[in-house]
């Protein structure tokens, strides 16, 4: 089993849908979770952490479900700007960060 | 306040050449990381740095060799190119010392073709 697994997509939606991007890690120990935001051909930038409790950030929602060693993001009225692709990230014993291999998104006008 | 500096940003070797990629970063930060991003595979870790002096090797470290040169200076070095390693390679750094729990601040890469 992969310690991140995402859906690769592509998720193509219109402008102002609302969109939800899933992930499942392997590791119980996992201790910090992250979704990061990479553009085409650039670097990945930290989109928000993801906390216990849920969070929020504007049009950004991330939820965690230990139980279930699961993970969302939901986007509200998507923008053009938010095509990119996501990334899903756990950290692993402490040490290392293990990436998901990315959700691509694709908003049309 | 230029975050994560990386050079050369693309780079064409020859099979056995070796070449050292470069890595600075002006934040302070304690840890600094090396990674490796592939279609299909994301991004894998190939060594990292929890502080100055220290070095520990990631998920896929053969055929390479890391420097902590300082605490801003972080290089990664191909001996003997192969054409497996061609990839795009992304530096980071963090604040923490290598907990995993911090955000990772990434420079803009360096897209390498071993022919």
């Known amino acids: 089993r992969k310690e991140v697994e995402q859906d690769p997509g592509p998720f193509n939606v219109p402008e102002g849908a609302t969109v939800a991007f899933n992930c499942t890690y392997s590791n119980s120990a996992s201790q910090s979770f992250f979704w990061y935001r990479q553009d085409c051909r650039k670097e990945p930038k930290l989109l928000m952490s993801v906390y216990s409790s849920g969070n929020e950030d504007g049009r950004f929602t991330a939820q965690l479900n230990r139980a279930s060693q699961y993970i969302s993001l939901l986007i509200r009225d998507s923008k053009l700007s938010d095509s990119a692709t996501y990334l899903c990230v756990v950290n692993q014993a402490g040490t290392a960060l293990i990436f998901g291999k990315g959700t691509t998104l694709s908003v049309s006008s | 306040n230029a975050g994560v500096t990386q050079t050369p940003k693309f780079q064409v070797l020859k099979t056995g050449q070796s070449m050292t990629l470069q890595c600075a970063q002006d934040?302070?930060?304690?840890?600094m990381y090396w990674y490796r991003q592939d279609p299909g595979m994301g991004l894998r870790l190939i060594y990292y740095?929890?502080?100055?002096?220290?070095?520990d090797k990631g998920e896929v470290p053969n055929g390479y060799n890391v420097s902590r040169l300082n605490k801003r200076e972080f290089s990664l070095r191909l001996e003997s190119a192969a054409p497996s390693q061609t990839s795009v390679y992304f530096c980071a750094s963090s604040e923490g010392a290598g907990e995993g729990t911090d955000t990772q601040y990434f420079g803009p890469g360096t897209r390498l073709t071993v022919l």
């Open positions: 934040m302070n930060h304690n840890s």
């Open positions: 740095s929890a502080s100055e002096g220290t070095t």
